[in-house]
C-alpha cells in the first residue's frame, strides 16, 4: 500500500483541486477499485464539496480539556491570571473566566487556584466522517472553527483510511494535505510514500513551496513537484524549474491558468471528468501518469 | 485600531489585501504578519528588517542535585511531558506546551526553564509602516506562540491602525491571530470552496465577538452564493476586485494591488474608512 | 519476574494488544507463580505522550519487564532508565496473553534495543 500526499505551503495553489482529479483518474486506471481517499485538510475540508460523497459514518472527536472557574467559590484573587501563559484568563468586573478558545489545557491554574475553584472540563472539537464518494472511500472530517488539536484529527483520519487500506488490501491512499507546514502538515505527510507539491509561481507560492519541501525532506519524504497556472508568471515558474532542478526534486509538469477548474468546482465535479479536454484537466492527467509511475516499485 | 485580514481558505488574497491596505493607511501604520508558517507580507512591502529576535517556549531544566524524585512534576503535567522514573526525572521537549506549571509546583525548587527558539520575530520600517513577522522554523509543529509573541511586541512607534495578515484555515493560529482586533476583513472568492471556508472563519469571529466584514475577490469567476450567505449571515460585502489577469501576473511578480492598479487606492482608502466608522460606531 | 503484557481486555485470557501506550490495559503476571493482576492503561485516553504515561505506569506497578508489540522513542526513553526491559511479541498472530507468557516462559521472545518506531506526532496544536 502507498500513500501520496498532494501539499502545497501556501494555501489556494489548488491542491484540492487537483487531489480530486487524482481521485477521479486513479478509479479508472491501474488503481481503479485500489483507492481510499483522506481528507487531511481538517480547518477547511473541501474535497467532498467536489466528491458529494455519501455519509456513511459520523463521530465526535474530542479534543484537549479546558479549565473551567467557578464564579461561586472564586475568591477573585487573580492568580490564575498571572499563572497562565496563553492569555486565556481574564477579570470583567472581577469575575475571572476562562476562554475557552485560548486555554491550552495546561492545568497550571487548577493548581495554584487557592479556592480550589478551577476544574477542567473536556470538550468536542469537532466531527469525523466516513463516506462513500464515486471515486471510492472517503475520509475526512471538520474542526469546529477556533479548535485546537488539528493534528490529532488528521492522525485519525488518515490512521481509519490507512487501516481500510490495509484490511480490504487496497494499493493506494491519497492524502489531500493542509496548507503551512506546522503540526497537521507533519501529521498529514508522516508516513507517505510520496508528496506531490502544488506550486504557484507568485513570489508566495516560490517562498512557501520551498519551506514545504524543506518540511519534508526534514520528515525524508520524496517530493515531486507540479507548476499550477503556470502561465501567470511565467519567470516564476522558470524559478520553480531552477530551484528544483539544483535541489535535485523532479518536477512533473505546469498546469495553466485555466477557469475550468472553478467552473468544475461549482458543478461539483473533478475537472478531468467535468472537461476532459480543458487544458487544466489534460495537464492534471498528464501529471497523474507521471505521479502514478513514481508510485510503482522502482525498478 | 486593529484589523485582522483572514479567509478561512487559503490563496484568497489575504496578502494581497493587507498590504494594499497598509499601504494606504500610511503612516503610524503597524502591519503584522501572523502566517508565521508562510509569512509573504514581506515579498510585497519589501520592510529594511532590521530587528531580530528569537522566540519560543520556556522549556524545564531539573537540577539534579536538588530533584528528590518525588514525582509532583509529572503528576501536575497534562502534556506528560515530564516524567520520574526511578531516580531520573525526564523532559520530552516536543510534548511540552511551555506552560510552567512543573515549575511552579516542583517543591523544591529544583526547575528553571530555557528558551525553546521555535522561530523569530523580524521588524523594520517599510516606509512609514512599522512592519514585523514572525518565521516558524521548519520542522517546529506550534505556530501559536510564536504568533502571540509577535502580537505582544513593541511596536517602533505608536500607531493608529494595526493590520495583522492572519494565516488561513480556522483552527488555533487563526484565532490567535484574530483575538484582541476591533475588525476582521475576511477575504473570499466566489467558488464553493471560499464559501465553505469563509463559514469557518466568520463562525470564528462571531465567536470572539468580532465585527466582520467581507471582500469578495477574484469577483467573477464560479457563482453567486458567497452573496446569498453573507446577506442572510449580516456580513457586509465592502469591497468587490475583479479576476483580472493583469491583477493574478502583478501580484505573481511581487507588486501590491494598489501599486499595480491604482484606482484601487481610492477604493482601499474608503474601506478603511468605513471600517473606522464601523469601528468606532 | 513480574511481567506487564499489553492486553485488550481484563485478564490473562484477554488478548495481547501490539501497541504500547494504547494499549487497552496492561496484565502484571509473576512469570514465575503465574499469579496475575489487570490494570486499566490511564494513557489510553492522553491527547499526547501516551507512551511517557503507560511506561511510568508500568514502573510503578513494580512491573521488571512489559511484553508489546512496538515501543515509541518517548516510551524506551522512558523505561530504560526506569530499568524496565522491553520484550517483542509477535504482532500479525492472535495470541492471548497466556500464550506471549508462555513464549516468555520458553524464551521465545526478543528483547528491543531501540525505540521500534518514529513518535507518533500528536498533543500539539
Redesign the interface.
Known amino acids: 500500500m502507498k500513500q501520496l500526499i498532494i501539499l502545497s505551503g501556501k494555501g489556494g495553489t489548488g491542491k484540492t483541486s487537483v487531489t480530486a482529479a487524482f481521485a477521479h483518474l486513479a478509479s479508472q486506471g491501474k488503481f481503479a477499485g485500489q483507492v481510499i481517499l483522506a481528507d487531511a485538510d481538517v480547518d477547511a475540508a473541501n474535497l467532498e464539496l467536489i466528491l458529494q460523497p455519501t455519509l456513511r459514518e459520523e463521530q465526535d472527536f474530542k479534543g484537549g480539556k479546558v479549565a473551567v472557574i467557578d464564579s461561586d467559590s472564586c475568591m477573585g484573587c487573580g492568580i490564575c491570571e498571572q499563572v497562565c501563559r496563553f492569555d486565556a484568563i481574564s477579570a470583567h468586573a472581577g469575575v475571572y473566566t476562562v476562554d475557552p478558545i485560548a486555554c491550552d489545557g495546561c492545568a497550571a491554574c487548577i493548581y495554584q487556584c487557592p479556592a480550589g475553584s478551577i476544574t477542567m472540563q473536556e470538550q468536542i472539537a469537532g466531527k469525523f466522517y466516513f463516506s462513500e464518494s464515486r471515486y471510492g472511500p472517503l475520509y475526512h472530517a471538520n474542526l469546529l472553527p477556533g479548535q485546537e488539536n488539528s493534528g490529532k484529527l488528521v492522525t485519525l483520519v488518515k490512521q481509519r483510511a490507512r487501516l481500510q487500506a490495509l484490511d480490504e488490501d487496497r494499493q493506494l491512499v491519497i492524502v489531500d494535505g493542509p496548507p503551512g507546514i506546522g503540526c497537521p502538515v507533519i501529521s498529514a505527510a508522516s508516513g507517505a510514500d510520496l508528496a506531490l507539491i502544488v506550486a504557484e509561481p507568485t513570489v508566495s507560492g516560490v517562498h512557501d513551496m520551498q519551506r514545504a519541501l524543506d518540511t519534508l525532506k526534514h520528515f525524508g519524504v520524496r517530493a515531486l513537484v507540479a507548476i499550477n497556472k503556470a502561465d501567470i508568471y511565467p519567470q516564476g515558474a522558470a524559478q520553480i524549474e531552477d530551484f528544483c532542478r539544483q535541489q535535485g526534486i523532479p518536477t512533473v509538469g505546469q498546469i495553466p491558468f485555466d477557469l475550468t477548474v472553478a467552473s468544475a468546482m461549482v458543478a461539483g465535479e473533478a475537472v478531468t471528468a467535468f472537461q476532459p479536454d480543458a487544458p487544466a484537466s489534460v495537464a492534471i492527467r498528464q501529471i497523474w501518469e507521471q505521479v502514478a509511475a513514481a508510485l510503482l516499485p522502482q525498478p | 485600531m486593529r484589523v485582522v485580514v483572514a479567509s ?5 488574497g489575504k ?1 494581497t489585501v493587507a498590504t494594499s491596505l497598509a499601504l494606504v493607511a500610511g503612516d503610524a501604520t503597524r502591519f503584522l504578519d501572523c502566517d508565521v ?2 509569512p ?1 507580507a514581506a ?2 512591502l519589501q520592510p529594511q528588517l532590521d530587528t531580530r529576535q528569537e522566540v519560543g517556549i ?1 522549556l524545564p531544566v531539573v537540577d539534579e542535585s536538588l530533584c528528590t524524585h518525588c514525582g509532583r512534576c ?1 503528576e ?1 503535567c ?4 515530564i ?4 531516580k ?1 526525572t ?1 523532559v ?1 521537549p ?2 511540552c ?5 512543573c515549575t ?2 516542583c517543591p523544591e525548587r529544583a526547575i528553571t526553564e530555557r528558551l525553546d527558539v521555535m522561530g523569530v520575530l523580524e521588524s523594520g520600517f517599510a516606509g512609514g509602516v512599522d512592519f514585523a513577522h514572525g518565521i ?1 522554523n ?7 506562540p510564536i504568533i ?1 509573541q509577535l502580537k505582544k511586541a513593541a511596536p517602533a512607534q505608536p500607531f493608529r491602525v494595526e493590520i495583522r495578515d492572519a ?10 491571530s484574530i ?1 484582541g482586533a476591533d475588525y476582521a476583513l475576511l477575504v473570499t472568492e466566489p ?3 471560499g464559501l ?2 469563509l463559514k ?2 466568520a ?2 469571529t462571531r ?2 465577538g468580532i465585527p466582520a466584514g467581507v471582500i469578495v475577490n477574484r469577483d467573477g ?3 453567486n452564493a458567497i452573496e446569498a450567505y453573507c446577506a442572510e449571515a449580516g456580513l457586509p460585502i465592502l469591497l468587490r476586485i475583479p ?1 483580472e ?1 493583469r491583477f ?2 502583478a ?4 507588486r501590491t494591488l494598489v501599486d499595480a492598479a491604482p484606482e484601487y487606492r481610492p477604493r482601499f482608502e474608503a474601506l478603511l474608512q468605513t471600517i473606522t466608522a464601523r469601528v468606532n460606531a | 519476574m513480574k511481567l506487564a503484557i499489553s492486553i485488550t481486555g481484563n485478564s490473562l485470557q484477554s488478548a495481547f494488544d501490539p501497541r504500547f501506550g494504547r494499549a487497552a490495559a496492561f496484565c502484571v503476571v509473576d512469570s514465575e507463580s503465574g499469579e496475575w493482576t489487570v490494570h486499566e492503561n490511564p494513557a489510553l485516553s492522553a491527547s499526547g505522550g501516551a507512551g511517557v504515561q503507560a511506561a511510568q505506569f508500568v514502573a510503578k506497578l513494580g512491573a521488571q519487564a512489559v511484553v508489546s508489540g512496538a515501543y515509541g522513542p518517548n516510551a524506551f526513553d522512558t523505561l530504560s532508565p526506569a530499568g524496565v526491559a522491553m520484550y517483542l511479541a509477535p504482532t500479525g498472530e492472535s495470541l492471548t496473553a497466556a500464550a506471549v507468557l508462555e513464549l516468555f516462559r520458553a524464551g521465545k521472545l526478543t528483547q528491543a534495543q531501540a525505540a521500534t518506531h518514529e513518535g507518533h506526532h500528536g498533543g500539539h496544536h
Do not use: W
Open positions: 478561512g481558505k487559503g490563496g484568497t496578502t508558517e508562510a509573504n515579498l510585497f520556556l509529572a501536575v497534562e502534556f506528560h511531558a516524567a520520574v522514573v526511578g531520573r525526564l520530552f516536543e510534548l506546551h511551555g506552560c510552567g506549571s511552579l509546583n516558524m521548519v520542522g517546529e509543529p506550534m505556530a501559536v502571540r494565516p488561513p484555515g480556522a483552527s488555533c493560529p487563526v484565532v490567535e483575538r467558488t464553493p470552496f465553505h471556508d469557518q472563519v463562525d470564528v465567536e470572539l469567476i464560479g457563482d479576476m489577469r493574478a501576473e501580484i505573481a511578480s511581487g
